[in-house]
C-alpha cells in the first residue's frame, strides 16, 4: 500500500469576548433561555495549517499574529474593555470564518476549552487534492491599484490589461465597486464600513477561484478602506502582492468628475464623492500605504485618461 506524507503545521490562542444566542429557547426549549443574553467566553483557538516542505514554509509566530490580527480588527471591542464582540455567531461561525480567510485544513474554536466546534477540509475526491496541492506552489502575483475618485484607476488598469495580453500573461481584474454593486444591488456610489467584512470574503473567494483556475496575475482596483486591504493582504498564502497609488491633483479631478455623466453620481457633487471617500477612512488608508507599505507600493502622479 502507497502512502505519502502530509505535514501540518498549528497555533493556538485564545481572545476573551462575548456572544449570544437569541433564538435558543425557540429552537432548543426554556432550559437553554439564558443563551440569549450576551455572556462572557475565554474563546480558544487551534488552527491547522498544511505546509509544502519541512523547514518553516509557515512560521508559527508570523501565522498567528496574522490570525490574531484579522479576528480582532474584524471583531468590534466592547467599550471601555478588552473582550470582543462576537455578536450572535456560534463556535461553528467562528471557526469557518477563519478557515476560508486562511485556507486553513481544519479549524477549533471552544468555549473556555470546554465545549467546541471543529470545521476542516474534506477533499471530494484525490483528482481535486492533488490540484489543490499544484495549486498553493503556484507563484501568484497580486496587484492593488488604488486613488480616489477621478485619478484614473479604470484607464491605468485598462492599459496594463492590454500590455498583459500583447504578451500573454494570463490576468483577471477584480473591481472592488462592481463587488459592492453586487451586494447592495443598485449602480449607486454606496460608502458604508459595514460592507468592508461582505466584501473581503467575496473578493477572497474571487481571489482563490482564479488561482485554482491558473491563473497567475491578479488585478484588483478601487480598494478604499484598510480593512479590506488588510482582509486580503493577511489572508494570502503567498506574500507576492504591489500597491499602486495613482496620485492626481484633486482640481484635476474635479474637472474630470464635472465632464461625466456616470449615473451612480447623478444626485453627488465632487464634494459628497470626497466626503463619502473620507467616511470610509481612504484618507486613512493612503496614509497607512505610505507609512506601513513603502516596500510595496509605488506612487504614480497625474495619470492621463
Excluded at 483557538?45 to 514554509?57: A, G, S
Excluded at 463556535?91 to 481544519?106: N, P, S, T, Y
Excluded at 496587484?143 to 490589461?161: A, N
Amino acid at each position: 500500500m502507497r502512502t505519502k506524507l502530509k505535514t501540518l503545521v498549528g497555533i493556538k490562542f485564545e481572545i476573551e469576548g462575548m456572544h449570544c444566542y437569541p433564538n435558543a429557547s425557540a429552537n432548543h426549549g426554556d432550559g437553554v433561555k439564558f443563551l440569549e443574553q450576551p455572556h462572557r467566553h475565554l474563546f480558544k483557538f487551534n488552527c491547522k495549517k498544511r505546509v509544502n516542505h519541512d523547514n518553516r514554509d509557515e512560521e508559527f509566530i508570523l501565522l498567528k499574529n496574522r490570525v490574531e490580527s484579522y479576528i480582532k480588527h474584524n471583531t468590534p471591542i466592547i467599550a471601555g474593555t478588552a473582550i470582543y464582540d462576537f455578536g450572535s455567531q456560534s463556535c461553528e461561525q467562528i471557526a469557518k470564518k477563519v478557515l476560508k480567510q486562511f485556507d486553513f485544513e481544519e479549524v477549533e474554536v471552544s468555549e473556555d476549552g470546554e465545549n467546541y466546534a471543529v470545521v476542516k477540509k474534506v477533499p471530494e475526491d484525490g483528482e481535486k487534492e492533488q490540484q489543490s496541492e499544484c495549486n498553493s506552489k503556484q507563484n501568484v502575483n497580486i496587484l492593488f491599484v488604488v486613488g480616489g475618485c477621478c485619478s484614473g484607476k479604470t484607464y491605468f488598469t485598462q492599459k496594463l490589461s492590454d500590455k498583459k495580453k500583447n504578451v500573454g500573461e494570463k490576468h483577471v481584474i477584480f473591481e472592488v465597486g462592481d463587488i459592492v454593486r453586487h451586494l447592495t444591488n443598485t449602480q449607486d456610489r454606496i460608502f458604508n464600513k459595514c460592507l468592508n467584512e461582505s466584501i473581503v470574503e467575496m473578493l477572497n473567494d474571487l481571489i482563490k477561484s482564479a488561482i485554482s483556475e491558473g491563473c497567475e496575475n491578479i488585478i484588483v482596483t478601487g480598494c478604499r478602506q484598510i480593512e479590506v486591504f488588510k482582509g486580503v493582504t493577511l489572508g494570502l498564502d503567498q506574500k507576492d502582492y504591489h500597491v499602486i497609488y495613482l496620485s492626481v491633483p484633486k482640481s484635476k479631478r474635479r474637472l474630470r468628475f464635472e465632464k461625466r455623466l456616470f449615473s451612480k453620481d447623478k444626485d453627488k457633487s465632487f464634494e459628497d464623492v470626497l466626503s463619502g471617500e473620507k467616511s470610509i477612512g481612504f484618507d486613512d488608508f493612503i496614509e497607512y500605504l505610505i507609512n506601513e507599505e513603502y516596500d510595496n507600493l509605488t506612487i504614480i502622479k497625474n495619470v492621463e485618461e
